[in-house]
């Protein structure tokens, strides 16, 4: 077989950080650099890499689109003598801006390949922010012509990819950043499929890796041989640089089949997406240490677990903030977890602030019954401690509502509301019991906490209760977690009608006071911390509610 049979193409599963055009830079020629050395004819980036993804808004910034187009053209010249790169890098024409692909090649910028199909659902808003393009042609590098769909351009059946190959496109390959939800490998492998079976061609796609705000790309790029059979996927969530290579053959090109490690069972994929989201969240905007208040409730004990697993046990500080209606269990289970884990412990009692808030407000409060309010105080005085550590010791606050509370707002604002992540944000009550139960049982390479029964099985097999009065638990105020849940999911997750949960065996008023929480709480989340999304229904970008809403459900 000789040379002009062969094709070697690196492919560079990265973590590029929004806005740092020349670190993204650096790591795209390092990745030059590895291909060269493997003697590759091309290396490619994935979608936007140069800028980081996704940059929403920055990128309609001239300063910024400028600045990365200059870095793009400047990049071609120190990779003229070796491997053709493809990166991701908007492309302003004068008049429009693209979501571009570069093809850079002997010292020039050869092709700015164009995204045509803009996705605005979900996360994605670029038909906000880019121009849609007309059909591009494929790319003939050394003996292979090449067609590149740019992400949602190889989602849609019958389009982009057809017209490509009826180019004469012999081998297609996706660079992408497609965020993590659950299941989402195997959804791409069935979208991708679709895409081989309608033109005949093999398919490589490319993911990046990596956390952004709330999501995570999670890598496991892959490759599809012309059958639609995998010829090989890399890890997800590792950064990867690896060198495929092709063939070409009496009935066209294949890949040279590789290893296919497999996806990650949902438990941990959720995991590991919990544990990078906030280490990217601290690495990249630079902060090195967390606190949390932890209770002795199952929800703060996965995050300080998560939190220790992402950062190292030694930057993180647990803080107990006991009132007289905190049990000695949970005062037991709280400092076990912190032990177990081997983080700081902080003791801190609140009875003496929260006295002399009582002693101030007494005048006013003067003939009004005790209520929630004085439950709050106790709350809000906890999260003022919490951010006065913060802003003395230079650590970010997380926050610990599971999303089964984010949901109906059973969380106090500038309370236990207040810090800068949440890592459960979009993890329900019910998947906080069995993902502590997947921790203490599981200890992964990525995880730089310890191994072990890490939460105590007290903590989770005891009722939940926010410890703001005597006796309390949170079924006196919600109905039980496993109904709450089912409910949230038809409500939230899956935009169900009340009609059809009540079909479904559900208590109709049960249903409708969990319709009336989710509604009132709006004004609540559009308050909230970020958190890592786990879901393609995640409180934030996936589902944008207004705040003022008199619409209820009449069925």
Known sequence: MDMADTFRLTLAQLNPVVGDIPGNADMARAAWTA????????????????????????????????????????????????PVMGIGCPYHDGKDLYNAYWVLEGGRVRRRILKQMLPNETVFDEKRLFSHAEPQDPIKIGPLTLGIPICEDAWWPDAVCENLADKGAEVLAVPNGSPYYRGKVETRHGVMRARVEETGLPLIYLNMVGGQDDQVFDGASFGMDAQGELAFQFREFDEVIRHVDLEKGDDGWRIVPGEVVPALPAYEADYRVMVQSLRDYMGKTGFKKVLLGLSGGIDSAIVATIAADALGPENVRCVMLPSEYTSQGSLDDAKAVAERLGCHYDFVPIKGPRDAVTEALAPLFEG???????????????????????????????????????????????????????????????????????????HRDWMMGPAGEVIPVSIIDKPPSAELRDDQKDSDSLPPYEVLDAILEGLVDKELSVAELVAQGFDRDTVKKVEHLIFISEYKRFQSAPGARLTMRSFWLDRRYPIVNRWRDKT
Do not use: H
Not at 63 to 73: D, G, H, K, V
Not at 388 to 413: C, D, H
């Open 35 to 82: 291909a060269k050395e493997a003697g590759a004819d091309m290396v490619m980036l994935t979608e936007s890499f140069l800028t980081g993804y996704q940059p929403q808004d920055l990128v309609m910034r001239p300063a910024f689109w400028s600045e990365a187009m200059e870095a793009c053209e400047a990049l071609a010249k120190d990779v003229a003598d070796g």
């Open 368 to 442: 009004y019954a005790p209520d929630l309010t004085e439950e709050n105080i106790q709350s809000r005085l906890r999260g003022l401690l919490l951010m006065a550590m913060s802003n003395k010791f230079g650590e970010m606050l997380l926050t610990t509502g599971n999303k089964s509370e984010v949901a109906v707002g059973y969380a106090t604002i500038y309370g236990d509301m207040a810090g800068g992540y949440n890592p459960i944000k979009d993890l329900y009550k019910m998947r906080v019991f069995e993902t502590c139960r997947w921790r203490n049982a599981n």
